[in-house]
């Protein structure tokens, strides 16, 4: 090996810490011979020492921008190791989507599992303005909204595959004819031998609803067992969960002004020419949406999307409705549409919006 | 080897109990490293940090079997170079990108010196030098000096071995010093003039 080449050698193990002790015995022989070498290694050093800059970009904002990609299923890369990868949305188009709302979310520590009885719960759930993909052990895909919680027992290796659900979720559930899925809710259970949907359920919200694309789903009410309603394809279920009698309309004209029936059937709603982009679940694709929805659900919706605070200070705000669907938008500019319909004001301070007139 | 250790604790945390806040300090811990490996082989730092964000991803979607992997820092690094070389195969349509016929960016923008006096000219020549190196033997200078990595890492990530890690970076270690002609008398002189003599 050439002289000049060992020099070099030894000079580098010792920047980068990696010389042995007899390396380091070597240097310090050569710079006892050459005193220029000694004074180079002490420049070399504090070059060395000295770190580069970053490429200027914010850490902490990265890590948000990383989040948002994580939960949201249309920009994450497959996990299988195949290079081609599968069009995330092919599946939509026979998808069913279903929406329910009831009371009482409490939030556990991000998916953790617990012993109860013999059993292990999971439980999964998201902050505000989080979203969650999951997959359950039979193989079903779960999509967690903001602001919802997931919960089943076991490894589902019974008779029947169970989850709890508060706050609203897209299930791809796999196909098992022999395994009924089972979604159960505060106002509703939800019956599935092998498809795709959508479950919503905030506290906040009056009503529960549930929306199918494709094959079929059972809705058993939970005040009301005895009482079966399949779901066609196409077809949405509304549960009000405020009311306690039971009565089933088919939703022909407009809503009854006077009180809400506890349970609307209606046809499920697109937008596009796709007919895979049903307005239900198009917070999948990370669009929010609002269907001739009133300033009172927008505001619930809008705290939990963008994890702030709305106040509405003036009740007669909330007779108009509203129908719109923003993707990727701040928080400023969905104001900023609503304001212009709506003709009201809005301030943001901090992590509250007040809108009066 | 406290990182190391450090890290060990995450992975743990990770696979264990699916720590949000224990990935989340993982990612910050390696992020810039990451990013500028990743710029090197992309040369734009949004694709980099998507690239980085993907590797981050695929650890997620992973989480549960990590603590299988010896060395998670190595893990990441090669993960973020094959979305990187995968990134190249796309754009180019190519069957198979090699990392030796990148044209790799060198990164190489220096904080303000401490203690010790080092001009922007001499900056610039060192950058000079840098640039001028080959890019594996680039990539692993950067890969030694800036991100702390062992030689056994940086070539189980560049897939080289021990030995050419080790000849490579003596020989760009040679190359920044012969950039600086008489580099420590100008360095000497300058630190003359303040001293009070």
Same mark, same amino acid.
């Given at each position: 090996?050439?002289?000049?080449?060992?020099?070099?050698?030894?000079?580098?193990?010792?920047?980068?810490?990696?010389?042995?002790?007899?390396?380091?015995?070597?240097?310090?022989?050569?710079?006892?011979?050459?005193?220029?070498?000694?004074?180079?290694?002490?420049?070399?050093?504090? $070059?060395?020492?000295?770190?580069?800059?970053?490429?200027?970009?914010?850490?902490?904002?990265?890590?948000?921008?990383?989040?948002?990609?994580?939960?949201?299923?249309?920009?994450?890369?497959?996990?299988?190791? *195949?290079?081609?990868?599968?069009?995330?949305?092919?599946?939509?188009?026979?998808?069913?989507?279903?929406?329910?709302?009831?009371?009482?979310?409490?939030?556990?520590?991000?998916?953790?599992?617990?012993?109860?009885?013999?059993?292990?719960?999971?439980?999964?759930?998201?902050?505000?303005?989080?979203?969650?993909?999951?997959?359950?052990?039979?193989?079903?895909?779960?999509?967690?909204?903001?602001?919802?919680?997931?919960?089943?027992?076991?490894?589902?290796?019974?008779?029947?595959?169970?989850?709890?659900?508060?706050?609203?979720?897209?299930?791809?559930?796999?196909?098992?004819?022999?395994?009924?899925?089972?979604? *159960?809710?505060?106002?509703?259970?939800?019956?599935?031998?092998?498809?795709?949907?959508?479950?919503?359920?905030?506290?906040?919200?009056?009503?529960?609803?549930?929306?199918?694309?494709?094959?079929?789903?059972?809705?058993?009410?939970?005040?009301?067992?005895?009482?079966?309603?399949?779901?066609?394809?196409?077809?949405? $279920?509304?549960?009000?969960?405020?009311?306690?009698?039971?009565?089933?309309?088919?939703?022909?004209?407009?809503?009854?002004?006077?009180?809400?029936?506890? $349970?609307?059937?209606?046809?499920?709603?697109?937008?596009?020419?796709?007919?895979?982009?049903?307005?239900?679940?198009?917070?999948?694709?990370?669009?929010?949406?609002?269907?001739?929805?009133?300033?009172?659900?927008?505001?619930?919706? $809008?705290?939990?999307?963008?994890?702030?605070?709305?106040?509405?200070?003036?009740? *007669?705000?909330?007779?108009?409705?509203?129908?719109?669907?923003?993707?990727?938008?701040?928080?400023?500019?969905?104001?900023?549409?609503?304001?212009?319909?709506?003709?009201?004001?809005?301030?943001?301070?901090?992590?509250?919006?007040?809108?009066?007139? | 080897? @406290?990182?190391?250790?450090?890290?060990?604790?995450?992975?743990?945390?990770?696979?264990?109990?699916?720590?949000?806040?224990?990935?989340?300090?993982?990612?910050?811990?390696?992020?810039?490293?990451? /990013?500028?490996?990743?710029?090197?082989?992309?040369?734009?730092?949004?694709?980099?940090?998507?690239?980085?964000?993907?590797?981050?991803?695929?650890?997620?979607?992973?989480?549960?079997?990590?603590?299988?992997?010896?060395?998670?820092?190595?893990?990441?690094?090669?993960?973020?170079?094959?979305?990187?070389?995968?990134? /190249?195969?796309?754009?180019?349509?190519?069957?198979?990108?090699?990392? #030796?016929?990148?044209?790799?960016?060198?990164?190489?923008?220096?904080?303000?010196?401490?203690?010790?006096?080092?001009?922007?000219?001499?900056?610039?020549?060192?950058?000079?030098?840098?640039?001028?190196?080959?890019?594996?033997?680039?990539?692993?200078? @950067?890969?030694?000096?800036? #991100?702390?990595?062992?030689?056994?890492?940086?070539?189980?990530?560049?897939?080289?071995?021990?030995?050419?890690?080790?000849?490579?970076?003596?020989?760009?270690?040679?190359?920044?010093?012969?950039?600086?002609?008489?580099?420590?008398?100008?360095?000497?002189?300058?630190? #003359?003039?303040?001293?009070?003599?």
């Amino acid at each position: 090996m050439p002289v000049d080449h060992q020099i070099w050698l030894l000079v580098s193990l010792k920047l980068s810490g990696e010389a042995t002790r007899e390396e380091l015995a070597q240097l310090e022989l050569l710079m006892a011979q050459d005193p220029a070498l000694k004074d180079e290694l002490q420049v070399l050093t504090s $070059i060395w020492k000295t770190r580069q800059a970053g490429l200027g970009i914010n850490k902490e904002d990265a890590w948000l921008r990383h989040l948002n990609r994580l939960h949201s299923p249309a920009t994450a890369p497959e996990v299988q190791v *195949h290079p081609k990868r599968i069009k995330p949305w092919y599946w939509m188009t026979a998808a069913a989507v279903v929406f329910i709302c009831f009371a009482g979310i409490k939030y556990f520590s991000n998916g953790k599992g617990y012993t109860f009885g013999k059993q292990t719960s999971h439980v999964y759930n998201t902050q505000p303005g989080q979203r969650m993909k999951l997959q359950l052990p039979d193989g079903t895909s779960v999509w967690l909204n903001v602001g919802s919680k997931l919960t089943y027992s076991g490894n589902f290796k019974g008779d029947k595959r169970e989850v709890q659900l508060s706050g609203e979720a897209f299930f791809d559930v796999a196909p098992d004819k022999d395994r009924p899925f089972v979604i *159960h809710t505060s106002t509703i259970d939800l019956r599935v031998l092998g498809t795709a949907f959508n479950i919503r359920s905030y506290e906040e919200e009056k009503e529960t609803e549930a929306a199918l694309v494709r094959g079929a789903v059972e809705v058993t009410l939970r005040n009301d067992p005895g009482k079966k309603i399949i779901l066609k394809p196409k077809e949405k $279920i509304l549960v009000n969960s405020c009311r306690n009698d039971s009565a089933i309309y088919t939703l022909t004209g407009p809503k009854s002004t006077e009180e809400s029936p506890l $349970i609307v059937l209606s046809k499920i709603r697109y937008w596009g020419r796709d007919s895979s982009n049903n307005l239900e679940s198009a917070w999948v694709k990370n669009k929010l949406m609002f269907d001739k929805e009133n300033l009172e659900n927008i505001a619930a919706k $809008i705290e939990r999307w963008y994890n702030v605070q709305v106040i509405i200070t003036d009740n *007669h705000l909330n007779d108009a409705t509203y129908t719109g669907l923003f993707e990727n938008e701040k928080l400023e500019e969905v104001l900023e549409a609503l304001r212009l319909t709506g003709g009201f004001h809005y301030s943001i301070k901090g992590n509250t919006v007040t809108i009066n007139r | 080897m @406290q990182q190391e250790n450090h890290i060990k604790d995450l992975q743990l945390r990770i696979a264990l109990y699916e720590d949000m806040k224990a990935y989340n300090a993982l990612y910050l811990l390696l992020f810039d490293g990451l /990013h500028r490996f990743a710029y090197t082989m992309v040369k734009s730092s949004e694709v980099a940090e998507e690239l980085v964000s993907d590797a981050f991803v695929k650890l997620w979607q992973i989480r549960h079997t990590i603590n299988k992997i010896e060395n998670l820092k190595v893990y990441l690094y090669v993960i973020t170079k094959n979305f990187a070389l995968n990134h /190249h195969a796309q754009k180019n349509k190519m069957q198979l990108v090699q990392l #030796d016929n990148l044209d790799v960016e060198a990164v190489m923008e220096f904080n303000s010196p401490e203690n010790v006096y080092i001009s922007n000219e001499i900056i610039g020549k060192i950058q000079g030098a840098i640039r001028q190196l080959p890019p594996q033997c680039r990539i692993i200078f @950067q890969l030694v000096k800036e #991100d702390g990595l062992r030689y056994k890492e940086v070539a189980a990530i560049l897939g080289l071995s021990v030995l050419t890690v080790r000849n490579q970076l003596a020989i760009a270690v040679k190359k920044v010093t012969e950039a600086l002609p008489s580099q420590y008398k100008t360095l000497f002189q300058f630190q #003359d003039r303040f001293s009070p003599s």
